[in-house]
């Protein structure tokens, strides 16, 4: 099974970036995926899920209103659109998996990708 997380990089407060996770060894459309987010010094936290058959959706409040999860089951992938990045959410960014399930904390995650650093300079 291996999560690939791509899409990290440098953005000024207020832009935007999208994550990938691209999916394989696994049947995807049988697996609720989120994005955690680990900070220097900070445990990861939850920011986002979709469950596993794509009808509901959760967002941490920090986030909400400014992230989107989708994914696209011909693609293997999910995404996470972030706009109006502040310099809080600097973090690497992992996409977790877990088989039909959603993800609210990382004790119920079946499978880590390897996480892409986000900075967000002010």
């Known amino acids: 099974v291996q999560l690939q997380a791509s899409g990290g990089g440098l953005v000024q407060a207020g832009g935007s970036l999208r994550l990938s996770c691209a999916a394989s060894?696994?049947?995807?459309?049988?697996?609720?995926m989120g994005w955690f987010r680990q900070a220097p010094g900070k445990e990861r936290e939850f920011v986002t899920t979709?469950?596993?058959?794509?009808?509901?959706?959760y967002y941490a409040d920090s986030v909400k209103g400014r992230f989107t999860i989708s994914v696209d089951n011909t693609k293997n992938t999910v995404y996470l659109q972030m706009n109006s990045l502040k310099p809080e959410d600097t973090a690497v960014y992992y996409c977790?998996?877990?088989?039909?399930?959603?993800?609210?904390?990382?004790?119920?995650?079946?499978?880590w990708g390897q996480g892409t650093q986000v900075t967000v300079s002010s």
């Open positions: 977790a998996a877990r088989f039909r399930g959603h993800i609210i904390n990382k004790a119920v995650v079946d499978y």
């Open positions: 979709v469950t596993w058959n794509g009808s509901d959706t």
């Open positions: 060894g696994i049947t995807f459309s049988r697996y609720g």
